[in-house]
């Protein structure tokens, strides 16, 4: 990308008014300083002084950097206009639809990239053989998939592409392997962790999968859905060597702080009912339900609730 952006100064700077070149400049600044917003405002200045296919690009790369992909996609698909068959462009727009679950979309535009410059957009095969995945194609899955990781090198992403693809396709031995072979090339991606604990659950390794979780969440403090599974492990696991409620708790009190949803108010509430504190778990539900308005949601609610009025602890069957 740093390269593009170079470039993208040089043919601003021949052609544009002062003030955008001097707009783009700071927001450039800004973004690679990490602060997206303040980068945002100074290309949307830059775009009202000179709307350009650069200026465009570059105000998509600070929305996206700010995780607002439908604006992202507004403005790339506006310098794609201007700028046409630009392979940065499609795969951009790709990488967006596959965020968004549009999988058939983005593998049109993720081809477009592949087609014109497959060596810099190589991450393109994994996010293709990814959205194959998703669409319940195996074949050209792992045909992108192998590509990627043939293109990509040592790339923990590209081998954690294909783990997660061997989940799907039901092949945990082989899905552990790779994953492994993620964290050994970057030990500090939570993400990979977290993956291995599915794995690792799927063949019953369960205080394996624990001790993954809890490395996820060493690495990651905002990883919700780390902090809500090892919550619902550790109170609702049939087998009590693996429950502990003080610390079923505490995960699950995290995981409803950042997203308190009703999965998480139930997940709470289990925490809370494991360490013998019922009358906190039907709190939770109650909070739980005086916000909900859907009816159906909230029905299913009251069945927790009425469990745990009554001293019932939950149990999964395995």
């Known amino acids: 990308m740093r390269l593009y952006i170079l470039i993208t100064a040089a ?10 070149v001097e707009f783009q400049k700071n927001g450039q600044e800004a973004l690679e ?28 790369d600070a929305y996206f950097a700010m995780k607002e992909y439908d604006k992202a996609f507004y403005e790339y698909t506006r ?13 951009r727009r790709g990488e967006i639809l596959f965020l968004l679950g549009k999988y058939n979309d983005a593998v049109m535009e993720l081809d477009e990239a592949l087609t014109q410059k497959p060596k810099t957009y190589a991450r393109a095969n994994t996010l293709t053989g990814l959205a194959y995945a998703e669409l319940g ?15 990509q090198g040592e790339s923990a992403e590209a081998y954690l592409g294909r783990a997660k693809a ?12 790779d994953v492994t072979r993620a964290i050994q090339i970057d030990p500090k991606n939570a993400e990979s962790y977290f993956l ?3 794995v690792l659950f799927a063949v019953s390794k369960t205080g ?19 902090f809500s599974q ?24 995290k995981a409803y702080a950042l997203k308190p949803d009703n999965e998480n108010a139930i997940r709470l509430a289990a925490a809370y009912a494991e360490n013998d504190e019922f009358d906190k778990a039907v709190s939770v539900i109650d909070e739980q339900i005086s916000g909900e308005k859907d009816l159906v949601e909230v029905d299913g609610l009251r069945v927790w609730k009425e469990m745990y009025g009554k001293g019932i602890k939950y149990r999964r069957d395995k």
Not at 166 to 177: F, L, R, T
């Open 79 to 91: 310098a794609l206009g201007r700028n046409k068959n630009t392979p940065y462009l499609h795969y």
């Open 33 to 60: 300083s990490g602060n997206a917003a303040l980068a945002a405002g100074y290309f949307e200045k830059a775009v009202q002084e000179h709307d350009s296919g650069e200026n465009r690009t570059l105000l998509g």
């Open 137 to 151: 194609n195996t074949r050209q899955a792992f045909f992108y998939l192998n590509r990627g990781i043939e293109a």
């Open 196 to 198: 291995r604990a599915q």
């Open 230 to 253: 090892a919550a619902w492990v550790l109170s609702t696991h049939p087998d009590p060597y693996f429950r502990n409620g003080a610390k079923a708790v505490l995960y699950g009190r």
């Open 208 to 226: 394996d999968g624990i001790r993954d979780l809890e490395t996820a969440i060493i690495l990651d403090h905002t990883m919700e859905k780390a």
């Open 11 to 20: 043919a601003l700077a021949a052609c544009a008014p002062k003030a955008a």
């Open 166 to 177: 061997y989940m799907k396709s039901g092949s945990p031995e082989q899905a552990i392997v």
